[in-house]
């Protein structure tokens, strides 16, 4: 029964979501906060390789119900443009196939949807930075911000929204280039894909777009990591001091599980399917095992060799 489960068109209870690792010396790795963060919501994680060709990003596409593009330092790959080019036109053909991007996943979204690689401004200090959102005028209306307003932070005296959390410094930066409200102006094609949720200003004061929803497409992105509030707790060693200035708090906390619990629902809607219950067991990453070998960056990672 369970396989044939898996070739029925309907949604999925337990989406599979790929994740693109990055380069790393001779390997690729993937921080694990992002696979516990999408595991945290009930989905389950596929890797998926940096140099994948188009025929591996073709076999993927068809069998996971979403993507995510995590943060790093890597350069925007093919394999990236390819999910991005299958996603687009599947989304509007009515099949639903969802897309995270978290920091420099945010900024590949917008090299993407843009069409412009240069769509990134260079030099801003905001990294090791966490902020309380701006939100825009039309942000708290949003898509994956409204039911916010009636979730609320788990034992917290006095009551307080999830939607309401976002006023408080619950955003970890980590980046030095991103995309200004002008230049997301002055590209038609983000106005034509995106609604801007938020904005931020860095040590400088100089603004830059923090989150953003697709206008039609199911694709949501941050120029934060809400990934780091529950699953990045490095510290320096010997001063015992955090490595980063990532919240912890039930604010913090709130929000990473509400934003992760509503795009992982959004993946439940896709019909994308294995066609067998081996060949999905195989792909995911429960057979890989965790390193520490970059902490305090990233307190465990995933290693590939591939």
């Given at each position: 029964m369970l396989a044939l489960s898996l070739l029925t068109a309907t949604?999925?209870?337990?989406?599979?979501?790929?994740?693109?690792?990055?380069?790393?010396?001779?390997?690729?790795?993937?921080?694990?906060?992002y696979v516990k963060w999408i595991e945290l919501a009930g989905g389950r994680v596929m890797p998926l390789n940096y140099h994948s060709t188009d025929a591996?990003?073709?076999?993927?596409?068809?069998?996971?119900?979403?993507?995510?593009?995590?943060?790093?330092?890597?350069?925007?790959?093919?394999a990236a443009r390819r999910l991005w080019s299958k996603a687009a036109v599947a989304n509007a053909a009515g099949d639903v196939f969802p897309i995270w991007g978290s920091c420099l996943g945010f900024e590949w979204i917008m090299q993407l949807a843009s069409g412009d690689d240069n769509i990134l401004t260079n030099g801003f200090d905001s990294e090791n930075l966490t902020l309380p959102l701006n939100?825009?005028?039309?942000?708290?209306?949003?898509?994956i911000l409204s039911p916010a307003a009636s979730m609320p932070v788990p034992f917290n005296s006095p009551p307080l929204s999830v939607l309401d959390a976002?006023?408080?410094?619950?955003?970890?930066?980590?980046?030095?280039?991103?995309?200004?409200?002008?230049?997301?102006?002055?590209?038609?094609?983000?106005?034509?894909?995106?609604?801007?949720?938020?904005?931020?200003?860095?040590?400088?004061?100089?603004?830059?777009?923090?989150?953003v929803e697709g206008t039609?497409?199911?694709?949501?992105?941050?120029?934060?990591?809400?990934?780091?509030?529950?699953?990045?707790?490095?510290?320096?060693?010997?001063?015992?001091?955090?490595?980063?200035?990532v919240q912890h708090t039930r604010a913090a906390i709130s929000v990473s599980q509400y934003l992760v619990g509503?795009?992982?629902?959004?993946?439940?809607?896709?019909?994308?399917?294995?066609?067998?219950?081996?060949?999905?067991?195989?792909?995911?990453?429960?057979?890989?095992?965790?390193?520490?070998?970059?902490?305090?960056?990233?307190?465990?990672t995933y290693l590939f060799g591939y």
């Amino acid at each position: 029964m369970l396989a044939l489960s898996l070739l029925t068109a309907t949604p999925h209870p337990t989406p599979i979501i790929a994740i693109m690792s990055h380069p790393h010396g001779k390997q690729q790795y993937m921080a694990a906060s992002y696979v516990k963060w999408i595991e945290l919501a009930g989905g389950r994680v596929m890797p998926l390789n940096y140099h994948s060709t188009d025929a591996e990003v073709d076999a993927v596409f068809e069998q996971v119900n979403g993507a995510l593009f995590m943060g790093g330092g890597a350069k925007l790959p093919p394999a990236a443009r390819r999910l991005w080019s299958k996603a687009a036109v599947a989304n509007a053909a009515g099949d639903v196939f969802p897309i995270w991007g978290s920091c420099l996943g945010f900024e590949w979204i917008m090299q993407l949807a843009s069409g412009d690689d240069n769509i990134l401004t260079n030099g801003f200090d905001s990294e090791n930075l966490t902020l309380p959102l701006n939100l825009t005028a039309t942000g708290a209306s949003s898509r994956i911000l409204s039911p916010a307003a009636s979730m609320p932070v788990p034992f917290n005296s006095p009551p307080l929204s999830v939607l309401d959390a976002l006023n408080l410094p619950v955003t970890m930066n980590n980046h030095n280039q991103g995309v200004t409200p002008a230049s997301f102006e002055a590209s038609s094609a983000l106005r034509s894909t995106f609604t801007v949720i938020s904005t931020n200003v860095d040590r400088k004061g100089t603004e830059f777009v923090s989150m953003v929803e697709g206008t039609s497409m199911p694709v949501w992105a941050t120029q934060w990591h809400p990934e780091k509030n529950i699953f990045e707790q490095g510290v320096s060693l010997p001063s015992g001091l955090p490595y980063e200035v990532v919240q912890h708090t039930r604010a913090a906390i709130s929000v990473s599980q509400y934003l992760v619990g509503f795009f992982v629902d959004q993946c439940r809607q896709s019909t994308h399917r294995f066609t067998s219950a081996t060949a999905e067991w195989d792909s995911l990453i429960y057979k890989y095992t965790t390193s520490m070998e970059m902490a305090p960056e990233f307190v465990q990672t995933y290693l590939f060799g591939y």
